[in-house]
């Protein structure tokens, strides 16, 4: 039977009403809001038109349903249950005690459904709420003290903030239905917003949050020109905006939190702030346009064959292709991007079968891509060679994720929360990932290097050193043999002994049988999906078993935030200075299959016999993640040869 999906526990809703100013709709609101002839191209008719005041098309969307909503006091943020403010915020709500809901709630970011559904409906009921909720705010926004710490001026809400009092104040005026009583509190709102986000203290420049904090300041100081430090901010958003491409996007074009889904965030806005810069005639920092192709090859790469991203770091479920509008000129020029985007359905396949991304630590392996068969059937792996870098970051060095057979087979669990807490601490902790884990404790810093990075005929390698536990030194070599077919060799050794786990976390649904150090894993329909063999090395085994445990916390999958469910985890356990595990894990065409690894120790390394269904070959691997490194496979007639 299928896990049950844990419930978020609704609070208590109050009950509301508000009064509106009425005031009769322009006749065509979609002409009244118009722009001159360059404008942002918008083929997408539920988003209102760009302009000089706004870049994301986050802050011109919007739906009735939300809209609706607010008419009946009701706010509904993402992730959370809806709530009802009688008589209309006090600006100082935190029902529950979550960052998120007040990043999004102080952002204003519910508000865009009313200035949306306005000019979408011509219905003056959603302007005149709209207009409610801007007067209550800026009096509540000028009578408060600068550092609201429930977190109106959280830095990244504050940006977000600023955009969306911008784009409002400036539509509104556009179309005659501002009026003259909140003009000025409206634009001293902006210039409060626009000061506090030049201050150096929310300014956060090394992650995904300075690039919304530089634009906004930008869009302020170019929208409200006659505000006395406009052009000012003008100077600083533009020398910040420069100096965010090295410092949030690294050499290798790869967003610096090591989250797929951010990654995809920042590309995303970048390309929005180019077409926005293109149609205005603003001028952006001339290796702007270079980054976002640096970017797109990491895009290409990370994505798994079904068109979703990996769970690496802080990121959630995600479906680049939602996005394919924006990337229409780069899929002409990248054909390869088209076919990750598109599982394959367009464009080209990609070439390279082992990829590493030397600063973030990232490696891609895929099995070759073979044209009789389906995609989304090929077999990817990413690990993580490298140290945490941002606070989005997890502790998972050395971690794997394994992709086959049309899903994430050995997945990593995911975010959950950024609130801090047992379950933040155990998301962004190492036994949430696919890694050996010391004496059941986190990853505590150190060094983390690749080793080496090869693909050969049929088959790819990585391979890495960690010693990110006081005194250990862990490496590990990943082999994809074949579709369907992985090898994975730890090594961990110290002075003293210690408890080691090698971690595997399985697919939500999963259904696991253990027989010794052989686990055969079955799906929600009974197929066999996954063969986990052990080889024996010499370190006694013992296989731990765990299900959304608690006490500490193991076992749980989250791929939204906030969402959680349980899920299998096992972990080989051995005691001792040291411990060697080959693993053979098979999938597919091999799962269910008779599957047997022996392995052998020679000079400067050891070699790996692999059986598997009709797969038969034998691995040398010497100088594991060390100067020298050299691997070869070889294919044998039979299993016999094993």
Not at 196 to 215: E, I
Not at 218 to 234: D, E, K, N, T, V
Not at 480 to 501: F, I, N, S
Request: with cysteine.
């Amino acid at each position: 039977m299928a896990p049950k999906r844990l419930l978020s526990t609704a609070l208590a809703v109050l009950m509301v009403a508000v009064t509106g100013c009425a005031r009769s709709a322009p006749p065509d609101l979609r002409t009244a809001v118009a722009l001159p002839a360059r404008v942002v191209e918008v083929d997408d008719p539920m988003v209102l038109p760009f302009g000089r005041e706004s870049i994301y098309a986050l802050v011109n969307s919007g739906n009735l349903a939300d809209a609706d909503a607010l008419l009946r006091d009701v706010w509904r943020i993402p992730r959370f249950p809806e709530i009802r403010l009688a008589g209309g915020p006090t600006w100082d709500e935190d029902p529950y005690q979550e960052k998120y809901w007040r990043f999004f709630f102080f952002s204003l970011r519910p508000t865009t459904n009313l200035l949306w559904a306005y000019y979408q409906t011509g219905e003056a009921k959603y302007r005149d709420k709209l207009i409610f909720l801007l007067r209550s705010f800026v009096r509540h926004d000028a009578a408060s003290p600068p550092a609201n710490k429930l977190g109106m001026d959280d830095p990244h809400a504050l940006a977000f903030r600023g955009m969306i009092l911008l784009n409002t104040y400036v539509k509104l005026k556009r179309s005659g239905d501002l009026p003259r009583d909140l003009d000025e509190p409206l634009v001293r709102a902006i210039e409060r917003a626009g000061a506090q986000l030049q201050d150096p203290v929310n300014y956060q420049g090394t992650y995904n949050h300075g690039f919304t904090q530089a634009l906004a300041l930008l869009l302020i100081s170019l929208s409200l020109p006659q505000l006395p430090r406009s052009r000012q901010w003008g100077a600083v958003a533009r020398s910040r905006l420069a100096k965010l491409l090295t410092t949030t996007i690294d050499p290798d074009g790869v967003e610096n939190e090591k989250s797929p889904f951010y990654h995809f965030y920042v590309l995303d806005f970048m390309l929005q702030t180019k077409d926005w810069a293109l149609a205005n005639k603003v001028v952006l920092p001339p290796s702007f346009e270079r980054r976002i192709v640096d970017m797109v090859r990491y895009a290409t790469q990370i994505i798994w064959p079904d068109g979703q991203i990996p769970l690496l770091g802080s990121s959630v479920q995600l479906r680049p292709v939602r996005s394919i509008r924006m990337y229409r000129e780069l899929i002409k020029r990248l054909p390869d991007f088209e076919f990750a985007l598109t599982a394959g359905a367009r464009g080209t396949p990609p070439l390279e079968r082992a990829v590493l991304f030397p600063h973030s630590g990232q490696a891609v392996l895929r099995s070759p891509i073979d044209p009789a068969a389906r995609y989304a059937d090929n077999t990817q792996l990413l690990m993580d060679v490298g140290p945490p870098i941002s606070k989005h970051s997890h502790n998972e060095a050395l971690a794997v994720d394994y992709y086959s057979h049309g899903r994430n087979l050995l997945p990593d669990s995911g975010l959950n929360t950024y609130s801090h807490g047992q379950a933040h601490d155990f998301f962004h902790g190492t036994t949430a990932h696919n890694t050996v884990s010391v004496d059941g404790r986190d990853q505590d810093g150190g060094p983390v290097h690749a080793g080496r990075t090869i693909a050969g005929d049929g088959w790819s390698y990585q391979s890495g050193t960690a010693q990110v536990y006081r005194g250990v030194t862990h490496k590990r070599s990943v082999l994809l043999l074949d579709r369907d077919l992985l090898l994975v060799v730890d090594d961990v050794a110290a002075a003293k002994p210690h408890v080691y786990r090698q971690l595997w976390h399985l697919f939500p649904d999963a259904r696991p049988l253990v027989e010794g150090t052989t686990t055969e894993v079955y799906d929600e329909y009974d197929n066999p999906a996954l063969t986990i063999t052990q080889a024996a090395t010499g370190s006694r085994l013992r296989v731990d078993r765990y299900f959304g445990a608690t006490a500490p916390m193991q076992g749980w999958y989250s791929d939204a935030y906030g969402k959680v469910e349980p899920n299998h985890v096992l972990g080989y356990a051995a005691t001792g200075g040291s411990a060697r595990y080959v693993t053979l894990i098979a999938s597919g065409r091999y799962a269910g299959a008779t599957t047997r690894v022996t392995t052998s120790r020679g000079a400067g390394g050891f070699q790996v016999g692999v059986c598997a269904g009709s797969y038969a070959g034998h691995v040398t691997i010497q100088h594991q993640a060390s100067p020298g490194e050299q691997v070869s496979v070889a294919r044998d007639e039979e299993c016999g040869n094993a």
